[in-house]
């Protein structure tokens, strides 16, 4: 595991203007790899002093872009969903487990062990075939400015608990993530399009 200096990253409770509602793209592991990601995680969220977006419905996902949306421009982007990613492919790529200091807790990631140019082509042929010019939510989901991570759970400093240094030790032994699926989803988290290929 490796310990990162702190990085500028939105919240995961996304906010917008009252007329307009979030949309983010997310990019999933293959289900076998999304599942293990998700039970383990489970383990830990009774524990006191730990935080994570499993709580609220979130599943194990990369974010490839958001964007703030009105009513239309939704059905507008589900409509074409499919049809503009039909030509994705599966991409796998080596992973180590980061820790990061962030507001006040330290944040656990998986990371690419090295960005390499197939993630960031992958990145950028999903934004290219999209095509969409809708309000960008945040910045950091940007072809050229992405930070590609897969959040995990946050635990308050000094906090010591055998079940997340179990957990660490676990998620420590995942080297590779597979990527086979995508999806459209909206706030409170609910999936509305989703494509595996």
Known sequence: MITLASVALASEVYATEPEK???????????PQQHKLLTLCKTVLGVEGVKSAFKISAVP????????VTESELK???AVFEKRL?????????????KVEEDGFFEYYLIP???TDALKRFHKQIHDALGFDYETQRSIDLPG???PHISLFA???GLESEQVDRLVSELEKTSTICINGLGLVTFPIQTVEELRF
């Open 76 to 78: 507008e982007a589900r």
């Open 21 to 31: 509602q979030v949309l983010a793209l997310q990019a999933f592991p293959i289900e």
């Open 155 to 157: 635990v308050e400093p």
């Open 86 to 98: 039909s030509a994705m492919e599966p991409l796998e790529f080596q992973v180590q487990l980061a």
């Open 61 to 68: 996902h990369m974010t490839i872009g958001s964007w703030n």
């Open 145 to 147: 400015q992405w930070w």
């Open 113 to 115: 062990l090295d960005p």
